[in-house]
């Protein structure tokens, strides 16, 4: 079984751009979440899906959004970059909202901004 | 406020030795809590779950303890070996249905041959 998928893996942006990142979760995996890994901050948590819907939402500015597919495959939007946006961002799956237990993680897609 | 801290950002430790790591919080009330472990340029991957009414949980050269008393959950990795060598990550689960969890900053642990 294929483990979650991100893309692009590395890429670097300028201030004021915007990036879409993806993600494609373990297959049957429906609700996925985003986090953001930074030196300082450690991993903090954006916002899951599940169902195509957003149940919940990190502390972060409205510059990051999100949406999921019907195949529950992700994307995260950050618009209007800034230099503090530089990170890796990472998403995870897991079977079903209720499923407490282990996060997948993708292998992450690190975002510089210069 | 709410922290995670974790008891330091590196841990050095020699091979065959017990590698313990902790994991202390403040103004969470978890209802599990989980350990991963991240290498670099990588994922985290997952390795225990504890549930709030469980004292410990094994798994292979792993051991996790969990004291809601003292608010700390502690990790141990028996017989460690270089491989071993990663950043260890402890995460909460308050379980409200808001289904996110809250992560430590990790501990840097390196195992010396």
């Known amino acids: 079984k294929a483990g979650v998928t991100q893309t692009p893996r590395y890429l670097i942006k300028t201030r004021g751009q915007q990036v879409t990142l993806s993600c494609s979760p373990i297959s049957g995996h429906r609700s996925v979440s985003w986090y953001q890994q930074t030196p300082g901050q450690g991993l903090q948590f954006l916002f899951e899906?599940?169902?195509?819907?957003?149940?919940n939402k990190g502390n972060f500015p409205g510059r990051f959004s999100g949406r999921q597919f019907s195949n529950s495959r992700s994307e995260m939007n950050v618009s209007t970059l800034e230099l503090g946006d530089s990170a890796l961002y990472l998403c995870a799956s897991k079977p079903w909202v209720q499923n407490t237990g282990e996060l997948f993680f993708g292998e992450g897609s690190r975002l510089t901004v210069l | 406020s709410q922290k995670i801290e974790q008891n330091s950002e590196a841990l050095n430790i020699q091979e065959g030795k017990t590698a313990t790591l902790t994991c202390n919080y403040t103004n969470y009330s978890p209802a599990y809590l989980q350990w991963y472990r991240q290498d670099p340029g990588r994922g985290p991957v997952f390795l225990l779950l504890?549930?709030?009414?469980?004292k410990e949980k094994r798994k292979e050269r792993l051991k996790v303890t969990f004291d809601t008393t003292l608010k700390q959950s502690l990790f141990h990795i028996t017989a460690s070996q270089p491989a071993d060598s990663a950043t260890y990550l402890c995460a909460l689960d308050e379980e409200t249905g808001a289904n996110n969890l809250f992560f430590g900053t990790g501990t840097r642990l390196t195992v010396i041959p």
């Open positions: 504890i549930r709030e009414n469980e």
């Open positions: 899906y599940f169902s195509e819907t957003q149940r």
